[in-house]
């Protein structure tokens, strides 16, 4: 099947209120130019300078997402351009973001990634961790940036209950917050996981492989 084809599925079985964020991450110009030609703007990214490239390369209405970790000091190749910054995981990022969006004269919209899955590999702060952030004093002085919601990850098994317990975790605290934090977004979900992700509350999913194939590395 063809990148519009595979795009076109998955549009058919997402609920209109989800955003689809197509990851290209490791995928060539021209593989993002034929999905744009079928209608994608929201691309995600996992690396600065590959998502910077890009950026420079191709249509410049398309919304260009950081969905991997980051590190502090590469936030500035992207603070003109970012749309959304899903991996942010501690105080000092979110102070670095905030420094290169004042540049720009800009707000960067963040997520808060929350570790919801049991391998040590993947990233994320404990919902105590979110909480503390959100009320302190020093992230309350932070006027370029803006924390719209959450993200997260479930673990990599074939386990459904696993995931489902994973997500309904994220969910619950989601819920918890959204109305004090007037959150927007839930980032949940990629190519495997996405339609349970979608009935745990998701309204932002983020799809490589099931768009664009496989990669060859991650
Ligand atoms: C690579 C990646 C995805 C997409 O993964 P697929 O399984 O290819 O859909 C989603 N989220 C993050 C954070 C990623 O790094």
Known sequence: MSISQNLQQIKNTIPNHVTLVAVSKTKPIEAIQEAYNAGQRVFGENKVQEMAEKFTALPKDIEWHMIGHLQKNKVKYMAEFV????????????????????K?????????????????????????????????????????????????MATFTEDTNTIHQEFQTLQNLYQSLQQQYQFTTLSMGMSDDYELAIKNGSNMVRIGSAIFGDRNYL
């Open 83 to 102: 749309s959304l910054i899903h991996g942010v995981d501690d105080f000092d990022t979110l102070k670095e973001i905030n420094k290169q969006a004042k």
């Open 104 to 152: 720009w004269r800009r707000t960067i919209h963040c997520l808060l990634q929350v570790k919801i899955a049991k391998e040590d590999s993947k990233f994320g702060m404990s919902p105590k961790e979110v909480i503390d952030i959100l009320s302190s004093e020093p992230f309350l002085a932070l006027e370029n940036i803006k924390v719209v919601g959450l993200m997260g």
